[in-house]
């Protein structure tokens, strides 16, 4: 009766749900994450338990978020309390900070392509109790999560996860994998935190503003694209050419343009 169901659930178009179903990719993913007994496995969608099954099976145990309650009815049918501890709820709202507290977590996924970069900037709010991540997208996303400085698709998603993260693209999945198939490529990438001692310290809010500021009009000069913030002193101040282009500066440049902006700005306390 189970597997009818599961045979019978349609992909939801709200959802961005695509089900993986090929048994060599699912094993090959596995071997990937190399989950092991006592790990505090975080998966994201679970779907049709397709990753999970073989998750459970090498872990003993996963917590799983499903925002889908049909879904989430079928994995309390397939899985004991516990093998699977279930949170049913919208992972882009959840509170990072309060899933499995006290514990370091290795977060799993096939992140519905709709929010995958709201989702991966959501995450960064818990990366510090994050020992690693490994997630299925997009393929042109990881290569943008990958990208280095002076590639076409180097922008504001490379530096802002590179600050904080060490990324690797692992290999690619093919629209075949999947029921239904997507139109677009998959792909593989291992997210590793960097320790918090090892971080430049920065404003994170300003950070933020001056990368998407940066990357806004990729054709404009530092100069101009940062004109509102910073002046072209300033930007030299930051060991910076006003000249270069956005996507030819490395992540260590940004947090210097982010510390000259935030110095220059005025202080919240002030009159």
Same mark, same amino acid.
């Given at each position: 009766?189970?597997?009818?169901?599961?045979?019978?659930?349609?992909?939801?178009?709200?959802?961005?749900?695509?089900?993986?179903?090929?048994?060599?990719?699912?094993?090959?993913?596995?071997?990937?994450?190399?989950?092991?007994?006592?790990?505090?496995?975080?998966?994201?969608?679970?779907?049709?338990?397709?990753?999970?099954?073989?998750?459970?099976?090498?872990?003993?145990?996963?917590?799983?978020?499903?925002?889908?309650?049909?879904?989430?009815?079928?994995?309390?049918?397939?899985?004991?309390?516990? #093998?699977?501890?279930?949170? /049913?709820?919208? *992972?882009?709202?959840?509170?990072? %900070?309060?899933?499995?507290?006290? +514990?370091? $977590? &290795?977060?799993?996924?096939?992140?519905?392509?709709?929010?995958?970069?709201?989702?991966?900037?959501?995450?960064?709010?818990?990366?510090?109790?994050?020992?690693?991540?490994?997630?299925?997208?997009?393929?042109?996303?990881?290569?943008?999560?990958?990208?280095?400085?002076?590639?076409?698709?180097?922008?504001?998603?490379?530096?802002?996860?590179?600050?904080?993260?060490?990324?690797?693209?692992?290999?690619?999945?093919?629209?075949?994998?999947?029921?239904?198939?997507?139109?677009?490529?998959?792909?593989?990438?291992?997210?590793?935190?960097?320790?918090?001692?090892?971080? #430049?310290?920065?404003?994170? /809010?300003?950070? *933020?503003?001056?990368?998407?500021? %940066?990357?806004?009009?990729?054709? +404009?000069? $530092? &100069?101009?694209?940062?004109?509102?913030?910073?002046?072209?002193?300033?930007?030299?101040?930051?060991?910076?050419?006003?000249?270069?282009?956005?996507?030819?500066?490395?992540?260590?440049?940004?947090v210097r343009l982010a510390k000259e902006a935030a110095r220059l700005q005025p202080h919240k306390d002030a009159v």
């Open positions: 009766m189970k597997q009818e169901w599961l045979e019978g659930h349609k992909a939801r178009k709200r959802f961005g749900q695509n089900f993986l179903h090929d048994r060599h990719w699912i094993e090959r993913i596995v071997r990937g994450i190399d989950p092991k007994p006592g790990d505090a496995l975080v998966e994201i969608g679970p779907g049709q338990a397709a990753l999970t099954r073989e998750v459970i099976a090498l872990a003993r145990h996963e917590t799983a978020v499903e925002i889908d309650r049909d879904l989430a009815q079928f994995l309390r049918e397939q899985f004991l309390p516990d #093998e699977l501890t279930l949170i /049913e709820a919208d *992972a882009l709202k959840l509170n990072w %900070a309060t899933v499995l507290e006290g +514990k370091r $977590l &290795r977060i799993i996924g096939n992140l519905p392509y709709n929010i995958s970069s709201p989702l991966l900037f959501a995450l960064m709010s818990a990366a510090d109790r994050v020992i690693d991540q490994h997630f299925m997208l997009q393929r042109e996303v990881v290569d943008r999560m990958v990208a280095e400085p002076g590639s076409k698709v180097y922008g504001r998603l490379s530096v802002m996860l590179q600050y904080r993260y060490v990324m690797h693209k692992l290999f690619d999945v093919p629209p075949g994998a999947f029921v239904p198939p997507p139109k677009v490529t998959s792909s593989i990438v291992r997210m590793v935190p960097r320790p918090v001692e090892s971080l #430049e310290p920065v404003d994170m /809010e300003v950070f *933020a503003q001056v990368v998407a500021l %940066a990357f806004q009009q990729r054709r +404009k000069t $530092l &100069r101009n694209a940062l004109s509102t913030i910073l002046d072209e002193e300033a930007i030299l101040r930051a060991d910076v050419n006003p000249g270069s282009r956005a996507e030819t500066l490395d992540v260590a440049a940004y």
